[in-house]
């Protein structure tokens, strides 16, 4: 017979196989105990006082559960809209689990009061237990929308959940992580690969969770301007995503002090190949500090492109115009090229729109009708109140071929196109005041004159009498 050596696959096969026979006989020898104790437990009256006791936490807890929701109107009104509130509405969800919070808090108490009485009080760790878990799958239900992160805490994080209170949760990792293979240095267990795949997928979860509310609750801090709350905003992101990274290699078992090695070779892709995708985070980064650019604002591009800002990345930003395209702009676009921004410290914009009238007009009484009807438009900026320069203003621009050009100036809030379009509304204003005071509209006229109309009829008779 052929004995494998030590270091074998088959020797470490046969070790692992024998190592969880062991932790299996273990496991069986600690319940049994525990079995003949329900047994014992059955035929003594302690049993009953127990469930008596039972029964009387959870009508206090009730009793408790019912004052506290009354009192804070918080577990009581549902704040609506549920999307502007989300931890508002979390908590007001949540407190139909005061009831069952309360009872597991005093079944505790319970179960440390009763240990000065008696070695075992299984009942009641039994009911503190089982209750344990209802509160946890009522909160699964209650807090988490998501139908398939629902379904990974039912069916994986339960199950985990019940092996620590039963006590058996520290045996279990022993054997997950005694099934392992060995590569050189390298030991990757079962333990391992499920504690990677469980930890990893929640803290991916939380940090999404946790962003999404966070810079919700952010932008609706109206006491902060806008810009605020969005450099606020993308910060938040960014440290939130630092520590979900953090952790993760935490997880995965990966000492922090061997990152200066992978930090080196970040720095080498850095100088190679990239260049462009850091430029683009750094500019992302200052122009959060610095404000320059910020969500709201109508920016035109060096080559003629406008739009309003609707996203800032920390990769690019992205311009969305009134045809209803979205233009992605890199960061160091807005670092390394100049750039118009229309609304970024005064939202009020002046325009003009243009037309002529005929030279017989009276250009001081037109002038005056329209700036009348122009300061009419809601829209437009007039009034007393206002400097004479922010007023609307008709003036001579030339002296055309057909008549003279005129233009109206006036000012505005906001960008004068998409739903708060008022060039289009004054053009029609104009016209239709200048009908109504009999002002005419020049258009180009041309003269023609024939020469010699006899000419061809004499060339016609020239030629008829050749024939």
Request: aromatic content about 8%.
């Amino acid at each position: 017979m052929t004995i494998p050596p030590i270091n074998s696959p088959l020797a470490t096969e046969n070790n692992a196989e024998s190592a969880w026979n062991h932790e299996k006989d273990n496991i069986l020898l600690s319940l049994e105990p525990q079995f003949y104790t329900v047994i014992d437990k059955l035929v003594q009256g302690q049993l009953y006082s127990e469930l008596g006791a039972i029964v009387s936490v959870y009508f206090v807890a009730w009793l408790l559960a019912g004052r506290v929701r009354k009192m804070l109107p918080l577990f009581r009104v549902e704040p609506l809209p549920p999307e502007q509130h989300p931890l508002k509405h979390l908590c007001y969800r949540c407190g139909k689990l005061l009831f069952p919070v309360f009872a597991i808090m005093m079944l505790r108490m319970l179960v440390e009061f009763s240990a000065w009485f008696s070695d075992d009080a299984w009942v009641m760790k039994g009911a503190l237990i089982i209750a344990i878990l209802l509160v946890f799958h009522s909160f699964v239900n209650i807090a988490i929308r998501n139908r398939l992160v629902a379904t990974w805490f039912r069916w994986i994080a339960t199950p985990v959940l019940m092996l620590h209170l039963v006590g058996v949760l520290d045996d279990v990792v022993t054997v997950l992580d005694s099934i392992a293979v060995e590569v050189g240095n390298i030991r990757i267990s079962s333990y391992g690969v499920v504690r990677l795949i469980i930890f990893g997928s929640l803290l991916f979860w939380l940090g999404r969770v946790s962003s999404n509310t966070g810079q919700t609750i952010i932008r609706r801090q109206e006491s902060l301007d806008i810009r605020t709350r969005e450099v606020l905003a993308k910060l938040f992101e960014i440290g939130l995503s630092i520590v979900i990274i953090l952790l993760l290699l935490q997880v995965m078992g990966i000492n922090l002090t061997a990152l200066a090695v992978f930090g080196g070779a970040v720095g080498v892709g850095l100088g190679f190949g990239l260049q462009a995708i850091a430029s683009n985070f750094i500019s992302g980064i200052i122009i959060l500090l610095d404000r320059s650019v910020t969500v709201g604002d109508y920016v035109e591009l060096e080559d003629g492109r406008t739009g309003i800002v609707t996203q800032l990345n920390m990769r690019s930003t992205t311009l969305e115009t009134y045809d209803g395209k979205d233009i992605v702009v890199p960061n160091e676009k807005f670092i390394t090229s100049s750039f118009t921004i229309w609304t970024h410290k005064n939202n009020k914009q002046r325009y003009r729109v243009d037309f002529s009238v005929a030279y017989k007009t009276d250009v001081r009484a037109m002038v005056e009708l329209v700036k009348a009807a122009v300061a009419e438009h809601p829209q437009v900026l007039s009034g007393d109140r206002l400097p004479i320069e922010e007023r609307p203003d008709c003036e001579i621009d030339s002296f055309g071929d057909n008549g003279i050009n005129m233009f109206v100036e006036f000012w505005m809030e906001g960008i004068d196109d998409g739903r708060n379009r008022v060039g289009g509304d004054l053009l029609l204003t104009i016209l239709e005041t200048l009908q109504q005071n009999g002002i005419e509209i020049p258009f180009p006229q041309r003269e023609v004159k024939i020469l010699n109309l006899d000419a061809p009829s004499s060339a016609m008779a020239e030629r008829g009498g050749f024939q």
